[in-house]
Each structure stands twice: as structure tokens, then as C-alpha cells.
Nanobody, 119 residues
Framework: QVQLVESGGGLVQAGDSLRLSCVASGRTFSGHYMAWFRQAPGKEREFVARIVWSGGSTYHADSVKGRFTISRDSARNSVYLQMNSLQPEDTAIYYC????????????WGQGTQVTVSS
């Protein structure tokens, strides 16, 4: 079993930056992707970005491309989301996720960290 714990959320003003962290523990992570999703109040969960754990290649949703950057530190079993130029529409709970036996099927989820951006 893989446990994921996010941190780094908070209340910021529009234009500010935040860096979210996600640490994986438990069974050694052997999946393919780790990713960030978000869910705003009253909206469905939305994909934000993913990274290939072994190779490091990344993919970002159009809504965050150029502002957010996903990265990982294999030695620390951690994945990060650097968020710049935050806007009120980025307000959401941000979740870290990892796939397992099936590539792209996110079987493991963290509890989430709240990001609130005021205008």
C-alpha cells in the first residue's frame, strides 16, 4: 500500500506563488505516473499535471500550462507542484495521486491540501 501526504497549501493573493509537496510512503512506489488533481467547490475533479516517475517527462493541463510546473525527487519519494501567477480560479483542494498496476489508473490518493487565492 502506498500512502500519499500533501502539504504546502494556504491562502495567498492573486499573482502570488505556492509550492505543493507530496511524499509517498509505505510500499516502494513502483508505478508509472504521479499526478496532481484539483477540485473546486461545486465542480468535478480536474487533472492538473502528471510526471513519469522513472523518466521525469511531464504533461500539464492547458489551464495551468506556463504557470504551474510538476517535478519529482526520487530520492525523497516526493513530487512537487510549483504554482506561479495564481488566480482566484485556481482556488481548490489539490490532491496528489499515483498509479499502480494499471498505467494511468490512479489507485492511490492523498487527503488533499487547500489552496485559496484571493483577488
Amino acid at each position: 500500500q502506498v500512502q500519499l501526504v500533501e502539504s504546502g497549501g494556504g491562502l495567498v493573493q492573486a499573482g502570488d506563488s505556492l509550492r505543493l509537496s507530496c511524499v509517498a510512503s509505505g510500499r516502494t512506489f513502483s508505478g508509472h505516473y504521479m499526478a496532481w488533481f484539483r477540485q473546486a467547490p461545486g465542480k468535478e475533479r480536474e487533472f492538473v499535471a502528471r510526471i513519469v516517475w522513472s523518466g521525469g517527462s511531464t504533461y500539464h493541463a492547458d489551464s495551468v500550462k506556463g504557470r504551474f510546473t510538476i517535478s519529482r525527487d526520487s530520492a525523497r519519494n516526493s513530487v512537487y507542484l510549483q504554482m506561479n501567477s495564481l488566480q482566484p480560479e485556481d482556488t481548490a483542494i489539490y490532491y496528489c495521486a499515483a498509479d499502480g498496476r494499471v498505467v494511468g489508473r490512479y489507485d492511490y490518493w492523498g487527503q488533499g491540501t487547500q489552496v485559496t487565492v484571493s483577488s
